[in-house]
């Protein structure tokens, strides 16, 4: 059974950091591309960093770069996001997302919610 499973959301104040990790299950972490969006309530879910399967490579949202680093583990099928000089603009809820390099695949975590907000 495929999971992935956010953790570390929560109230930050401006300025504040906070580091989401995902953990996966039931698949083949090192084969899949992991990514972090987000959203908010009536807006689409945004692409906000994502990472090759080898952690290689990453991108980043205009938004988020200087502030924001992706990075995965391989051996605890675990990807992180280090957030680091939070802005209220970065409200939003956070999920995790796993594609696969060999077919057509691709997982959703639940989310975690991360507020920003003095």
């Known amino acids: 059974q495929v999971r992935l499973v956010e953790s570390g959301g929560g109230l930050v104040q401006p300025g504040g950091s906070l580091r989401l990790s995902c953990a996966a299950s039931?698949?083949?972490?090192?084969?899949?591309?992991m990514s972090w969006y987000r959203q908010n309530p009536g807006k689409e879910r945004e692409l906000v960093a994502a990472?090759?399967?080898?952690?290689?490579?990453?991108n980043y949202a205009d938004a988020v770069k200087g502030r924001f680093t992706i990075s995965r583990d391989n051996g605890k099928n675990t990807v992180y996001l280090q957030m680091n000089s939070l802005k209220t603009e970065d409200t939003a809820v956070y999920f995790c997302?796993?594609?696969?390099?060999?077919?057509?695949?691709?997982?959703w975590g639940q989310g975690t919610q991360v507020i920003v907000s003095s």
């Open positions: 990472i090759t399967p080898s952690g290689g490579t990453t």
């Open positions: 997302k796993a594609r696969s390099m060999l077919r057509p695949a691709s997982y």
């Open positions: 039931g698949f083949t972490f090192s084969n899949y591309i």
